[in-house]
């Protein structure tokens, strides 16, 4: 079990630390994925955008699904990080190796201990990309799915999202270990939104999904490589922006229908002056990249059209003029003929 630190003395900071453990295990935060997402769906070329239904809503709204899971599915917390660190200090070498290989070194490292033990992040990319591929072309020469190809879509575009964060490639992820919890929440919730906020923040630089290199295999580990080279400097930075923490640099914010006690603007300024501004083109470039992972999919499906939308019975077409009593009795007779 991983340890939990003394919380700060500053009492302010003492509030934000229990916010932070519950918003820091939210990945980006629903906003941030779902915006995302619809930035992704923008680069996308109109042939991709009519084989995904030719309307984001869906896509955009099913962002966040993976994480909605968490509460009522036990295995898919782990298929949001991989601790890569922890992997290093076990002696293990993962990178780029098959599942069933790595499952034979954890196994090794420690037969007592879940071979999830240090998550499933790479090899979850590479099994939603090929389930993306099978959700357009589906095996049994069916007509495809568009709500599957939606979710499968959508799930790929998440846990893609979840690898471009370093904490997601750490088993400090919460800076419990550091004395630094909360440290989660901060970069990849309150910064990104308050990002995301701002008027005057720069459009993500172009980039043509059809031109973006992704490999199913190789490209998540790269991903996950580039994240976890970030860890120390977002660490160090946060200490810093800790050492800041006062009754001026955090207030009161509606989240949806709750006060939440979070960064003001000020400080949220100073921790991105500390980080160097990376969090942004961080984030551009994994919308970059999740476009170019949902390009690469369909080529690999063969690029097939629009699917077919589910055809309505007369029943449910006559019920759209009927009222609404009659309509509810003709939908529950529709099993008859």
Sequence with gaps: MKPWRALPSDPVCRVFAVVGITLGMSSWGFVPHRHLHAKAWASLPLELRLALGNDPTPLVARATDADSR????????????????????????????????????????????SVRRLGMLAWQLEWSYWRLVKAWAPSDSSDPDLNE??????????????????????GNYDGQRTGQRGIHALWETHAVEWLLSRPELPACPPRDAVLANYDPVWTPWEIILESHAMVPK?????????SMCNRDGHGFRRRGRTMQLAPTSASLAVWDSLTHGHTWPRYCLASQRIAAAWHSAWVDAGAPRAPRLPRASWREQLALYLPQRWADWLLRHSSKP
């Design 149 to 170: 190809i939606v979710r499968a879509a959508a799930d790929l575009g998440h846990y893609l999202g979840d690898a471009h964060v370093p904490l997601h490639t750490s």
């Design 70 to 113: 968490k509460h009522t599915d036990s295995l898919e917390a782990a298929r949001h990080y991989f601790d890569l660190d922890d992997a290093h200090a076990e002696g293990l070498e993962l990178w780029g190796k098959p599942w069933s290989d790595a499952q034979q070194l954890l196994q090794q490292a420690d037969s007592s201990a």
């Design 234 to 242: 977002v660490l160090a930075a946060e200490r810093t922006w800790q």
